[in-house]
């Protein structure tokens, strides 16, 4: 199991779009499967919480500086960027003018916290963020949009925070504590964790390829500029988190943290929620990104071991549990 575990760690970044490709091809029967998804958040936020000590969430909260490096990211820069993106691309067509700027107002993934996982990444913050992020969600993106697009929008914080500790508190709660008072049995069970993480994992790729299918199928021009627009966003906003990272000198757990959390957006979230408030034009540039989200955080995954070769300098990481 160990061995088949680093096989999958090695190859990632190919396994990932070819789980997309099968989600799409075969989007008539996974499409079926949709109901799994909140269910599949679950396991992954529980199974990657089980090595999270409870000095690493203090030290999360004592230690607010990669926390306040990714919101400005997260909350303010990209969201300015892709306003300034979206007039310049689709200045007569409004729908996904909005739809763009909808894209990188939504909260960070909470699929962020495997691809943190993978690459031993500090998993008390990324959840720190992720939670702090989401909560703060029904007051900043109605406040965006009504000062820079003058469109109001009320946002239930009930419904949302309900969805939060369903997918995001409560299970990792019950990872910590599971993993504080049974250690030995988790860390004797560690290859079995980190397999069933990455199964959850793709099985939330493949069914989220179903998703987009049928954007797949009507490709035309205007698509291909709201992808571009999207993934080109979504490059910067990596660039980004990783240029505050390095300039905030993090430690290397943190910064991995910092920059998946800076460069994912939790599309499901963000899809259901500009469907309740806006025409489906609107919902195409926030679930297009489905498309290559994975893709590109593989991508990513590359950078980062670049940036760990022997001969670059990095900063010390913080000490987490194996």
């Not at 990211?73 to 300034?84: D, F, K, R, S, T």
């Not at 894209?103 to 990324?126: D, E, H, K």
Request: net charge positive; proline share 5%; charged share 10%.
């Amino acid at each position: 199991m160990n061995m088949l575990n680093q096989w999958l760690n090695r190859h990632i970044p190919w396994l990932t779009p070819a789980v997309l490709v099968i989600g799409i091809l075969l989007h008539q029967q996974m499409a079926t499967f949709q109901f799994l998804i909140p269910g599949l958040f679950v396991i992954i936020t529980f199974l990657s919480s089980l090595h999270v000590r409870l000095a690493d969430i203090r030290h999360a909260v004592t230690h607010p500086l990669p926390l306040l490096v990714a919101l400005t990211v997260i909350n303010l820069i990209m969201p300015v960027l892709a306003l300034i993106t979206a007039t310049l691309m689709f200045p007569d067509h409004e729908a996904y003018l909005l739809g763009t700027v909808f894209a990188f107002l939504i909260p960070t993934a909470v699929v962020s916290v495997i691809w943190v996982t993978i690459n031993r990444g500090n998993v008390a913050l990324v959840l720190f963020i992720i939670l702090i992020n989401t909560l703060l969600v029904p007051l900043y993106l109605p406040g965006f949009l009504y000062l820079f697009l003058d469109i109001s929008v009320t946002i239930s914080y009930a419904d949302l925070a309900g969805g939060l500790f369903l997918m995001l508190v409560i299970p990792s709660i019950m990872g910590v504590l599971t993993g504080h008072f049974w250690r030995g049995h988790v860390s004797a069970r560690v290859n079995g964790i980190q397999l069933g993480t990455k199964m959850a994992f793709f099985a939330i790729i493949m069914i989220n390829g179903s998703l987009v299918a049928p954007f797949i199928y009507d490709f035309d021009r205007q698509l291909a500029l709201v992808i571009m627009s999207v993934l080109g966003l979504s490059i910067i906003a990596y660039g980004i988190g990783y240029l505050g990272g390095q300039l905030t000198r993090l430690g290397e757990a943190d910064f991995t943290a910092v920059f998946f959390s800076s460069g994912m957006r939790n599309i499901g979230a963000g899809s259901g929620l500009a469907a309740i408030f806006f025409p489906p034009a609107v919902v195409l540039p926030v679930i297009v990104g489905t498309l290559f989200q994975q893709i590109l955080a593989a991508q990513m995954s590359r950078v980062l071991q670049k940036r760990k070769q022997p001969g670059q300098t990095v900063n010390k990481p913080v000490q987490q549990d194996d």
